[in-house]
Each structure stands twice: as structure tokens, then as C-alpha cells.
């Protein structure tokens, strides 16, 4: 990695190629996968009067789209901004097996929607300092947004939906659990857990350092759960879309995702006759 231009650099072609090569089974089996979802795209294609099966879609490539990103930046072992990366992929996922079960889904995405932009926008006007950044007109405009959302929620204000409700309601907790709030601690937020993958400890873990470039200590679960996502979000489509000739190679791409995280679990487990 270059000294004076760190990730960037044009030359980081050599440490990429040894990262891919030393993970060659985990980066496989994602391309794969990734291959299976590429071939499918053309096929998730609905009319745009079917407002579920176009969200689905819609879910379904942005949920691919963020894993092949993901997919970039694990190569260069930039593995906190992998994961997230992951999770907002998570998120995706389940919101897309969510409206493949629950057509009704839809209008929770759209009060969401005005949940968000009343909340920024209330921010906005309440705040000297932004308004101060801002035209008249623009003000207005806000002002108008405000009330155009609640005029259409007379008797409550609109809602955010809960992540791990709608998790649970799908039989995707594991998702939530495992990849959704880890990834949260561990990358996505500036928590101590996030902040250590800069620092280097000595052995009675004091810092003595600042720590810049590839880091892979964490990047085959990283990719083992962008394997997971990419799965489920294939299984959603395969099923909403009646895409049954596909299903066979996304059963073999889970038996094999299942046998090497088997193998993986296996290496770290400590030998029956060491254990005192």
C-alpha cells in the first residue's frame, strides 16, 4: 500500500491479488453467488402497476448492488467498511423477504418515507445555524413539505418501522442477530469495537500506535456473511418471481456456504484432549 496515498493507491494490485488468493474459497463462492443473482437481474423485472413485486425488485438490486460493493472492499481488506457495507445489506434483506410476505409492507415503506423526511426537515427549520445555510425559498419549501406529510396522517404523526420487529415476523432473526447488530458494533458506529481496528496494542493491550491498511482478521466472516445476505435475498426473489429453474444451483451454493462455515468453526475449535 502506498505511503502517500494508502488505499488509493494505483499499485495496490499485488496486495489485492494476495488477499483474494489467501480467501480464494470464501471470494469463490461469493462470485458465484454473485453470478446467480446477475443471471436473474433480467428476470426481476415487473410491470410497474405491481407496486409489491416493483418494491421487491427494487430491494432485490439494491440489496445486490451492496454486496458487490462490499465485495470491493473486502478484496482490499478494508473489512470495517465491508461490513458496513453488510449492514445496510442486512436491512435490505429483510425488508425484501418482509413486502415478499407482506404486500402491506409497502405502505410501512412509504410511511417511513414521510417519517424521514418530516424528521429532517423539522430539523432543519428548528436549527438557526442550517437555516442560516439556506434560501427563502428553500425554507418554504420545507415548511410546505411539513405540511403536505401531515395532512396526509391527521390522526398521528408517521412512524419509523422496528428492524428486529420485522425481523422476528420473517423467521429472520439470526440475520438480525448475527450480521445486522454486530456489524453495528463493530463497523458501522464509531464504538470502541469499530475504533480498535485503528490501534496497535502491545500484549498487556496498551496502545502504542495508529494502525492504517489492510486488515483481514475478521474478513472471512465478513465475506461468510455477505454470503448469507446474498443468499436469503436470492431465496426471496426465486420464490416471489417463480424462478424455480434456478433452484437447484441455489441450494448447492447454501450446502456449500454451510460446509465452509463448518470447516471454518472446526479450525478454531480447540482438540478434545487439550481441554483441562
Known sequence: ?????????????????????????????????????????????????????????????????????????????????????????????????????DAAFGDRLHERHDFHQRKLANALLSDPSSTAELTPQQVQLLRVVVAEIDGRYPVRKPADVNLAAIAASVSGMALYDLIFRSTSGDAAHSTLNSLVRHVVSDQDNNIIGLRFGPQ????????????????????????????????DQLAEALHRWKELVEADRRKYERPVAAVR
Open 216 to 247: 483481514t482478521d475478521d474478513l472471512a466472516d465478513t465475506l461468510s456473511g455477505g454470503i448469507s445476505v446474498l443468499l436469503h435475498v436470492l431465496d426471496a426473489a426465486i420464490e416471489s418471481f417463480g424462478l424455480l429453474d434456478v433452484r
Open 1 to 101: 500500500m502506498s505511503r502517500n496515498e494508502g488505499f488509493l493507491s494505483p499499485n495496490f494490485s499485488q496486495t489485492t491479488a494476495k488477499i483474494r488468493l489467501d480467501f480464494s474459497v470464501w471470494f469463490g463462492l461469493l462470485e458465484d453467488c454473485n453470478r446467480l443473482a446477475m443471471a436473474i437481474l433480467p428476470r426481476v423485472q415487473p410491470g410497474t402497476a405491481d407496486n409489491q413485486k416493483l418494491l421487491e425488485a427494487v430491494l432485490f438490486a439494491r440489496a445486490l448492488q451492496s454486496i458487490q460493493a462490499m465485495t470491493v472492499l473486502a478484496e482490499r481488506a478494508m473489512t470495517g467498511d465491508a461490513r458496513t457495507l453488510l449492514r445496510s445489506c442486512c436491512e435490505t434483506a429483510i425488508f425484501q423477504r418482509k413486502l415478499h410476505l
